[in-house]
Structures are given as structure tokens and as C-alpha cells.
């Protein structure tokens, strides 16, 4: 079946690391991807992985695929109050690949 | 670049009543969406379009209705609103040749009172 699941909050320090989880159930999944969702505000992709990868690095941003487990992370570094917002993971599956679906979503709140 | 246009933002219904949440795109993608959000939830997919005169249902159709006589366009009707309807309603549209890179727009609060 397809869920998608999140843990629903992180709390972090200003410049410190955030790392942001996801855990799928299809291993046929073929994108898996990272939304941003900002107060009031639709959401915004902040970058996907292939399935076949293991790893993708975006400036601040790294993504590890761990596709054994269906573990799916997303590590921001130099954390920012401008980062705190929802951010969801998605997964995309083989057979539709327009189809996405939607993690419950974590909530990311950055303090100074 | 407008992207993708959703109106209105904000909505109170009562029981009963009807509405359309328009949508529209500027993109020139085949593909266009409309989720739901409910608080502490992930995005439930509603319908879906693949292209203009093609419209299929997603996770939670029911209550809901479609039409897409336009690339551009992507309206949702709610034809006899309920209690359970109360969310943020979001429209994406996508390219297919580029995976699935929805582009958002900013979300309709619909609340049915």
C-alpha cells in the first residue's frame, strides 16, 4: 500500500543541523521528493531524489535515500529561522508517476 | 510569471450550499490537481487532470466535482457543502516529462459551517 510517514515536529537551534525524516512503504517509489510549506502559503519543492541515487546535495540541503530500509531523509545545515516552516516528503510511484503522495508533514521550528 | 492562480482565499459556507474553487495555470502544463489539507494531515489528492476533456478521481472524491474544457483551467465544484469538507483546498499542475515537479498555489480555506 502507500503511506507516507513523518514524525509531526522538530525544534532546533539557530546554525545548528536539522534532519528531517520520512519512511515509505512502496519500494517501487520512483521520485521521492521534499516540499516546503510556509505560513499561509502553498507548497514550494525544495528538491527530489531519484531512486536509483543514493544521495543528492543542494547547497544547504542534502538528501540521503536509504532504499533497503524505505528511509528517506533531509539534512539542512546552517539551520535558519527563515527555514522554519512544514516541510512534507513525497513519493511518486512507478505505474503513475504524476501521482504523488504526501507525508503527514513535520513542522520545523527554528529558535535563535 | 503568475504560475498557478487560486480563487478565492478564503470561504464560509453554510451546510448545503454550493461552491466553485477556481483554478488556473499559466505554465502550459498538461497536468493539473486539487488536494485537500486537513490539520495534522499530508495532502489527500481529489481529482486530477491529465490534459483538457480528461479528468480522474484521486483518494477522496466524494462530494466533489471537475471539469477541465481548457489546458489552463482546473475548477473544483462542492455542490452540497458538509461540516466534513472544512480544509485548505490546494491546485497544482505539473509537465509529465519532468516527473512529478507540482507547482502550488497558495491554497482556498474553505470553512462550512
Known amino acids: 500500500g502507500e503511506d507516507v510517514e513523518q514524525s509531526l515536529f522538530l525544534s532546533v537551534r539557530e546554525g545548528d543541523s536539522s534532519v528531517i525524516n520520512c519512511t515509505y512503504t512502496?519500494?517501487?517509489?520512483?521520485?521521492l521528493y521534499w516540499y516546503k510549506q510556509e505560513p499561509g502559503a502553498g507548497l514550494q519543492l525544495l528538491t527530489y531524489?531519484?531512486?536509483?541515487?543514493d544521495m543528492k546535495q543542494d547547497q544547504r540541503l542534502t538528501v540521503l535515500l536509504n532504499k533497503k530500509d524505505k528511509h528517506l531523509s533531509l539534512r539542512i545545515a546552517d539551520t535558519q529561522t527563515g527555514d522554519s516552516a512544514i516541510y512534507f516528503c513525497?513519493?511518486?510511484?512507478?505505474?503513475?508517476?504524476?501521482?504523488?503522495?504526501f507525508g503527514t508533514g513535520t513542522r520545523l521550528q527554528v529558535f535563535p | 510569471n503568475a504560475g498557478v492562480t487560486q480563487t478565492p482565499k478564503f470561504r464560509i459556507l453554510k451546510i448545503g450550499q454550493s461552491m466553485t474553487l477556481q483554478c488556473t495555470q499559466d505554465?502550459?502544463?498538461?497536468?493539473m490537481y486539487w488536494y485537500r489539507q486537513d490539520p495534522g494531515m499530508g495532502l489527500k489528492l481529489i481529482y486530477y487532470?491529465?490534459?483538457?476533456?480528461?479528468?480522474d478521481k484521486g483518494e477522496v472524491p466524494n462530494g466533489y466535482n471537475v471539469s477541465r474544457s481548457t489546458t489552463e483551467d482546473f475548477p473544483l465544484r462542492l455542490e452540497l457543502a458538509a461540516p466534513s469538507q472544512t480544509s485548505v483546498y490546494f491546485c497544482?499542475?505539473?509537465?509529465?516529462?519532468?516527473?512529478?515537479?507540482?507547482?502550488f498555489g497558495q491554497g482556498t480555506r474553505l470553512t462550512v459551517v
Open positions: 497544482a499542475s505539473s509537465i509529465r516529462d519532468r516527473g512529478t515537479e507540482a507547482f
Open positions: 505554465m502550459n502544463h498538461n497536468y
Open positions: 487532470s491529465v490534459g483538457a476533456g480528461i479528468t
Open positions: 513525497a513519493e511518486s510511484m512507478p505505474y503513475n508517476t504524476d501521482k504523488l503522495i
Open positions: 531524489i531519484f531512486s536509483n541515487m
Open positions: 512502496d519500494s517501487s517509489s520512483t521520485y
